[in-house]
């Protein structure tokens, strides 16, 4: 046998060695990007997102000041108005349809996000729980009290994007210009979402 066939073989042998000992394996594993969202357990995760829910909800059944519309008082600025029955179990009804919804749409954000940078998902069911979390923390920004209509409105519209988009960098460890991204395409899955719920309801009433 040569020389030359000889090498050949030991360099077989010894790649053969590294595939059955596991370590040209962890080599690889090491190239690849780390997962989206991070092996944990969501009983925490779901334990807040519900704490968030369940306070917001009671804002609503009170009739926190907060959550009514404000109206013009003349020279005086504006003043909240007051809720009605009604109104407040309307409120708890639509922040119990919509948490479950900006839930869904946060994960889809997240999810496009891990495919656009070719990172896998990793826990899909701490996904799901941190993402819930997010959500329902976000929106209690609506309960920050402000009495300028123009802020007001603002807020209520862009504060919890602004909110959930500055908590999906420390509950991810995302840099802030992914974390816009996925906030990008969450709005876009809520549209997504709002569009199917309009096509739902127009055939059921044709």
């Known amino acids: 046998m040569s020389t030359d066939e000889t090498e050949h073989d030991d360099e077989e042998t010894e ?34 997102g519900a704490a968030a829910t369940a306070i917001l909800c009671l804002a609503w059944l009170a009739g926190a000041r907060q959550l009514a519309p404000l109206e013009s008082a003349g020279n005086d600025g504006a003043i909240y108005g007051e809720l009605t029955f009604g ?33 896998p998902i990793g826990d899909a069911v701490a996904l799901l729980a941190k993402c819930a979390a997010v959500a329902a923390i976000a ?14 409105h603002s807020l209520d519209f862009a504060g919890p994007a602004l909110v959930a988009l500055g ?6 460890r995302l ?22 719920a309009l096509v739902v309801v127009w055939a059921i009433t044709v």
């Open 167 to 172: 908590l999906l960098v420390p509950v991810f």
């Open 139 to 152: 929106l209690l920004v609506r309960l920050v009290p402000v009495e300028i209509a123009f802020v007001k």
């Open 87 to 119: 109104e407040r179990l309307s409120g708890v009804a639509r922040t119990l349809v919509f948490v479950p919804l900006a839930s869904l749409a946060l994960v889809f954000g997240v999810a496009a996000l891990a495919f656009v940078r070719q990172r």
């Open 175 to 196: 840099h802030v210009r992914d974390a816009g991204l996925a906030i990008g395409f969450t709005l876009m899955g809520l549209v997504l979402l709002a569009l199917s």
């Open 15 to 48: 790649e053969g060695e590294l595939g059955e000992d596991g370590s040209a394996g962890d080599a690889h594993d090491d190239l690849l990007p780390p997962p989206i969202s991070a092996e944990a357990s969501p009983k925490p995760w779901v334990i807040a």
